[in-house]
């Protein structure tokens, strides 16, 4: 079945820098790869998500990019803020129905 | 628009028991998925439910089991409960064979 690595498990970054975390996807037959945030006490939000016809999609600081070839998506969050500090957790979809395989999650903490 | 409702929020209980946990979908979604969520870990799917069947499984025993009724809302049960099932339970909806999965806040559950 899909297996999805995550990287880094932890990042830190300084307010206003960029923080990127890249995941990686073993199933060549994952078609929907997407992209949430996890703050303490709550459900997975979706943030963003690319399918496997794109190579990149943006969403004001957010983006995604997708490597087909290599098997690796990785987000890519600009201008980071206080409030962008939670976990983040890289999907990949192995079939048409909305099973999802998760990664293990990035803690990213931005400190003013 | 109410979101993906789950209750209770938190539960405990003691080995060897059984528990019921219950997700209202989001408005116009009619797919239900259940995932598991461990301290520290991205989310494990455990099985999902279109036209009250069953569609796919995870990796999970028999001992985890689940409905969806005509008003597409769902239950998962688990019966003789391990300290390892201690976990966060995740709900998450969506329409049909959409892509865009939107879950719940988790039922929080502690076995002792």
């Known amino acids: 079945g899909e297996n999805v690595e995550q990287h880094p498990s932890t990042l830190s970054v300084q307010e206003g820098d960029s923080a990127v975390i890249k995941c990686t996807y073993s199933?060549?037959?994952?078609?929907?790869f997407p992209w949430y945030k996890q703050e303490l006490g709550k459900g997975p939000q979706l943030i963003i998500d690319i399918r496997s016809n794109v190579g990149e999609k943006k969403d004001q600081r957010i983006a995604v990019t997708l490597n087909k070839t290599a098997k690796h998506f990785s987000l890519h969050i600009t201008e980071t803020q206080p409030e962008d500090s939670a976990v983040y957790f890289c999907a990949a979809r192995p079939d048409s129905w909305g099973k999802l395989q998760f990664g293990a999650g990035t803690q990213v903490v931005v400190t003013p | 628009d109410a979101g993906v409702t789950q209750s209770p929020t938190h539960l405990i209980k003691t080995r060897g028991q059984q528990v019921t946990l219950r997700c209202s979908p989001k408005s116009g979604h009619d797919t239900v998925s259940w995932y598991q969520q461990a301290l520290g870990q991205g989310p494990q799917f455990i099985f999902q439910y279109y036209e009250e069947e069953e569609r796919q499984r995870g990796n999970f025993p028999d001992r985890f089991s689940g409905h969806q009724f005509p008003n597409y809302s769902s239950e998962l049960n688990v019966n003789a409960l391990l300290l390892g099932d201690s976990a966060l339970y995740l709900c998450?909806?969506?329409?049909?064979?959409?892509?865009?999965?939107?879950f719940g806040s988790g039922t929080q559950l502690s076995v002792l």
């Open positions: 199933d060549s037959a994952s078609n929907y």
């Open positions: 998450a909806t969506g329409p049909g064979h959409g892509e865009k999965l939107f």
